[in-house]
């Protein structure tokens, strides 16, 4: 399971952060041992964006679908750290990754 996680552009946690951080945890008690991961999704919407963009789909259009297209670069980004590294093992505290 992958969770998006809305650090500030400084890097930090904020509220949002925090609120991804608990939905994480309350996921990985339900549905352990499936491993939960959280993922940086700063600036997913922008890259959205600027695919539809791309693609040669309006603003207006983009509306109804841009959470979906920023979900894509979230697991996306994911799957690329995950090739890029060896998994790890999953750990009690879902923030590590």
């Keep these: 399971m992958v969770v998006g996680l809305p650090r500030t552009l400084a ?45 040669g789909i309006r603003a207006k259009e983009q509306r109804a679908v841009i959470d979906q297209a920023a979900a894509v670069a979230i697991l996306q980004t994911w799957l690329d750290q995950r090739r890029s590294t060896a998994p790890g093992p999953v750990t009690g505290n879902v923030a590590d990754g």
Excluded: K, M, N, W
Excluded at 21 to 39: C, E, H, N, W, Y
């Design 11 to 55: 890097d930090r946690i904020g509220p949002a952060a925090q609120d991804a951080i608990d939905l994480a945890d309350a996921l990985a008690q339900r549905i352990g041992p499936t491993p939960v991961r959280l993922v940086d999704e700063r600036l997913t919407t922008v890259s959205a964006q600027r695919s539809l963009r791309q693609a």
